[in-house]
C-alpha cells in the first residue's frame, strides 16, 4: 500500500534554529497538508496545498512557518526560528482530493531546547 | 467551525471484551475517517466511513450523517488495540479547500 514518508523520525533543535520537516506524498495525489500534535492534545490543522500554492492555512501557522514543493515529490514544512512552545509531533497529510480519504505520514517528532 | 465530540475519553477494558465508541460532530461532513495512533504516535487509518457501515476484521463501524454521529466498535479486545482512538471529519473551509477536524480521542487501554 503507498505510504506519505517523513524524514526525520526525530529531531532535536534549540530554540531560534531553523527546522525544516520533509515529507513524500504518495505520487498520484494532488492535496498535501502538514497537522501538528502538541503532546497529550488532538491533532490540529496547520496548512494545506494545492497546486503549488498554499490553499488555507490556520492561525498558528504564523510567519515563522513555510510550506514549498521543491521538486514535485517532496513537500517541506519550515520553521523559521522555533520555540519552545513548537515542540510537537508533526503530520504531513496526502489525498487524492474530495472524496478521497487522507493518508497520514508516521510523524516528525520535533523537540525545542 | 465544526465541533468534533468523542466519548468516553478513557476507557479501560478486559482483554476479549467488547467496545463501543462514539464520535458526534456538529455540522454536516464530506466524509469521516477514524485513525488509531499507536503507543509510537503513528496515525494509522481505520475507516474511511461518510456514510453506512464498513467492517474489518475485528472492527466496524457506522456513520449516520443525517443524525451526525459514527461508531466504532471493537470486539473480542487485543492488548494490541491499546492507544487512542480519533474520529476525524473532513468539511470544506471555504476557497475549494477542504480540511480535516480532529476530536480529541478516547485513549483505550487493553489489559490481560
Known amino acids: 500500500e503507498p505510504e506519505v514518508t517523513q524524514t526525520p523520525s526525530h529531531q532535536v533543535t534549540q530554540m531560534g534554529q531553523e527546522v525544516i520537516l520533509r515529507c513524500v506524498p504518495i505520487?498520484?495525489?494532488?492535496?498535501f497538508y502538514w497537522y501538528r500534535q502538541i503532546l497529550g492534545q488532538k491533532v490540529e490543522f496547520l496548512v494545506s496545498?494545492?497546486?503549488?500554492?498554499?490553499?488555507?492555512k490556520s492561525e498558528i501557522f504564523d510567519d515563522q512557518f513555510s510550506v514549498e514543493r521543491p521538486d514535485g515529490s517532496n513537500f517541506t514544512l519550515k520553521i523559521r526560528s522555533t520555540k519552545l512552545e513548537d515542540s510537537a509531533m508533526y503530520f504531513c497529510?496526502?489525498?487524492?482530493?474530495?472524496?478521497?480519504?487522507?493518508?497520514f505520514g508516521s510523524g516528525t517528532r520535533l523537540t525545542v531546547v | 467551525g465544526i465541533q468534533v465530540e468523542q466519548s468516553p475519553p478513557d476507557l479501560i477494558l478486559q482483554e476479549g471484551a467488547n467496545s463501543t465508541l462514539r464520535c458526534n460532530f456538529s455540522?454536516?461532513?464530506?466524509?469521516l475517517q477514524w485513525f488509531h495512533q499507536n503507543p509510537w504516535g503513528q496515525l494509522i487509518n481505520l475507516f474511511y466511513?461518510?456514510?453506512g457501515t464498513k467492517q474489518n476484521g475485528r472492527l466496524s463501524a457506522t456513520t449516520v450523517a443525517t443524525e451526525r454521529y459514527s461508531l466504532l466498535y471493537i470486539s473480542s479486545s487485543q492488548t494490541t488495540d491499546s492507544g487512542v482512538y480519533f474520529c476525524?471529519?473532513?468539511?470544506?473551509?471555504?476557497?475549494?479547500?477542504?480540511?480535516?477536524?480532529f476530536g480529541k480521542g478516547t485513549k483505550l487501554s487493553v489489559i490481560p
Open positions: 505520487s498520484n495525489h494532488l492535496y
Open positions: 466511513i461518510p456514510s
Open positions: 497529510a496526502s489525498s487524492q482530493g474530495v472524496n478521497y480519504g487522507y493518508t
Open positions: 476525524a471529519v473532513d468539511t470544506y473551509s471555504g476557497a475549494g479547500s477542504y480540511q480535516l477536524t
Open positions: 496545498f494545492y497546486n503549488n500554492e498554499i490553499s488555507e
Open positions: 455540522d454536516s461532513v464530506n466524509n
